[in-house]
């Protein structure tokens, strides 16, 4: 039987595929072993299951080394590719196996119930001979993978799920990291060294500037750079006030919180501090104000109360 418009069966992801033999665990284990030894060594070759059931995929990949370990040595170096594909059983109406689909030489596909052999069955294919099954035929008796998925997901409750991400995501962004409040004004210049995670380049000439694992000066990357940086407690007033100041005269400064507070209604952008930017920044107390000078941050650690 031609498929329609010689569709190809098995997706994209099997473009190589000129032959899909479909099975079924029903099947006597040696008409199975029959068949899977002679795709051994074959990319143009798929074996097609409907599913495994309502257990685990590792139940499939057992099954499947088993009905493997059982092949002839040599078969075994080149094992046959065996995949689950329900949609390619329920779109061609596959419910007794086994059954091959093959692209014959007019690069169409064509469909053969039965098998007694590849090579018989793709020379059945080419005769155009259609008219009877050439073996016995047993029933699939896996159900269709995507159906059991699909039931499995409704029948699991996934509120708890929800709900422990919405409370993990409320929790980060009330803010993670605590630190106390600066109890003296102090001044000093920092210069945030990093290790590079990965090869820094020059978008201009691709060239590599900092190998990776080289500790560099970030601000090394951008000198004429005039980055702000303000890190306060939401929970003090006079914090987030601070931080509207400083907005206010410079609108692209990043305000960073330990903890959000009345930072949720102040209509600031702000984020919440993380433990890797605390260490990073050297950062020991709030509120701090950073602000670059070529290549150091000049820092200011202000009490409360003073600006």
Do not use: C
């Not at 007794?96 to 692209?103: E, G, I, T």
């Not at 106390?180 to 102090?186: A, F, G, I």
């Amino acid at each position: 039987m031609l498929l329609p418009n010689g569709q190809h069966p098995t997706m994209r992801e099997l473009s190589p595929t000129r032959t899909v033999v479909f099975l079924s665990r029903s099947m006597p284990e040696t008409v199975l072993i029959h068949l899977l030894k002679q795709g051994a060594g074959r990319k143009d070759v798929v074996f097609a299951f409907r599913g495994w059931g309502d257990g685990p995929v590792t139940d499939m990949f057992k099954y499947s080394k088993t009905l493997l370990g059982k092949l002839p040595a040599q078969a075994r170096k080149k094992p046959p590719q065996i995949i689950v594909m329900p949609a390619a059983f329920r779109e061609y109406r596959i419910h007794y196996v086994p059954a091959v689909l093959h692209r014959d030489n007019d690069n169409k596909w064509y469909l053969l119930q039965g098998a007694q052999s590849l090579d018989a069955a793709v020379g059945t294919i080419r005769a155009r001979r259609f008219n009877e099954r050439v073996s016995r035929q047993y029933r699939v008796s896996e159900p269709d993978q995507a159906v059991v998925m699909e039931q499995k997901m409704k029948r699991q409750d996934i509120r708890p799920h929800i709900q422990a991400a919405q409370q993990s995501a409320r929790k980060l962004l009330e803010g993670t990291v605590t630190l106390p409040v600066n109890t003296e004004y102090r001044r000093y210049n920092y210069a945030p060294f990093v290790a590079s995670t990965s090869d820094i380049v020059n978008p201009r000439d691709g060239k590599v500037l900092y190998p990776k694992g080289t500790r560099f000066n970030v601000l090394a990357l951008d000198p004429q750079g005039k980055r702000a940086m303000a890190v306060i407690d939401g929970r003090s007033r006079w914090q987030v006030e601070f931080a509207r100041h400083l907005v206010a005269k410079k609108p692209d400064t990043l305000v960073l919180y330990t903890k959000l507070g009345y930072l949720a209604d102040a209509g600031i952008p702000a984020s919440p501090l993380d433990a890797a930017m605390k260490v990073r920044l050297k950062v020991t107390g709030v509120p701090t104000y950073y602000r670059q000078n070529g290549m150091v941050f000049n820092v200011v650690a202000v009490r409360e109360g003073k600006r």
